[in-house]
């Protein structure tokens, strides 16, 4: 079984972990890893390619020939910008008999557009900090007493903390949302914003408590199966630095709402915050997130898990199960020497 994980980036740990499921499982097969050669996870991946831009005409049709050709099994997308485009072309990545673990299209569209999180949960019922996309409306409400600075600003297509803001009065209000679009047209988030230029800035109430995050496993059938909950005392660059794995049947039971509304497959990374009792949800990822790696240390080994339902069979139970009280922190390494993609695209 051969599996391939798109925008690999700095996950050494990812492909270290399907290297060791796939052992585990009792597989013979290769992790590849794409799609740039600076990457620090292609050092570790058994196979690495350079692929077309996510947003390039070529990109799909490449990579399914890339699938075809290795014969992958799994692909496994970890970064927000390639969920959509990946999701809405699963059934072609089906017919080369490859899975692509992600949600549906629409389910991704939810997690990736901030302001669909918010409308959507509002409508379920799950707590999100109070929300607008009108600059106007949003001064209103604080003129009227509807909520309180500071406000959080940030792109409404958002990732990794980029261009993240807090407002502490009106004036500043003003500043951040134009200084926000700006640099959204300079970067990445682009690609998505260009859905409505008009409203791709969020505005949102600041809640102020203990931070946590979910790490949601629905199986490749979008069946719910677990919900690990870790409190997090660090965070760098948006990603979480160190955490602890906590027991919480409130937080639990919102892991399982989720999975049930939303029917991902694989992992579903979830960013809440407490405040005065109450859980506000302030962020879904549809993939792995930054945050998985202190589930894994806990005793949960999604890669296996996911390459048995992909081999058609049920990890056993143990491999679902997270340890509480693991506390873990992230580190830094160097690797040296220039790695050479084995294929060009």
């Not at 682009?190 to 409203?199: F, G």
């Amino acid at each position: 079984m051969n599996i391939l994980l798109t925008s690999a980036g700095r996950r050494t740990y990812l492909v270290d972990y399907f290297k060791e499921a796939l052992v585990m499982a009792g597989f013979d097969g290769q992790v590849h890893v794409a799609n740039s050669e600076v990457s620090p996870a292609f050092s570790a991946a058994d196979r690495q390619v350079v692929t077309p831009l996510i947003y390039d005409c070529q990109y799909i049709p490449f990579l399914l020939e890339y699938c075809r050709e290795w014969k992958i099994r799994l692909l496994v997308p970890l970064f927000d910008l390639d969920l959509p485009v990946l999701a809405a072309r699963r059934e072609e990545f089906a017919s080369a008999g490859t899975i692509v673990v992600t949600a549906d299209e629409e389910a991704v569209k939810v997690c990736n557009d901030k302001w669909k999180t918010y409308c959507l949960l509002t409508e379920k019922g799950i707590n999100v900090p109070q929300s607008w996309l009108d600059t106007e409306a949003a001064v209103r409400a604080a003129r009227e007493g509807i909520m309180a600075y500071p406000l959080i600003v940030k792109p409404r297509w958002g990732m990794g903390s980029l261009s993240v803001y807090q407002a502490d009065d009106e004036e500043e209000l003003r500043v951040f949302v134009r200084k926000i679009r700006r640099e959204i047209e300079g970067c990445y988030l682009k690609y998505e914003a260009v859905q409505d230029r008009a409203a791709n800035v969020l505005i949102q109430e600041k809640v102020a408590g203990r931070e946590f995050g979910l790490d949601v496993v629905n199986g490749l059938d979008g069946r719910y199966r677990k919900t690990v909950v870790k409190e997090k005392m660090a965070m760098r660059a948006g990603e979480t630095d160190a955490a602890e794995t906590v027991e919480s049947p409130v937080l639990e039971e919102m892991g399982r709402r989720l999975a049930e509304i939303l029917q991902h497959r694989g992992n579903l990374d979830v960013d809440i915050r407490e405040a005065g009792g109450e859980y506000f949800v302030l962020e879904l990822n549809a993939r792995f997130g930054g945050g998985y790696p202190f589930s894994h240390a806990a005793g949960v080994n999604l890669p296996y898990a996911l390459v048995m339902w992909a081999a058609g069979k049920e990890p056993e139970a143990q491999y679902l199960e997270a340890r509480s009280g693991v506390r873990g922190r992230k580190d830094i390494r160097i690797l040296t020497g220039d790695v050479i993609p084995r294929e060009e695209g």
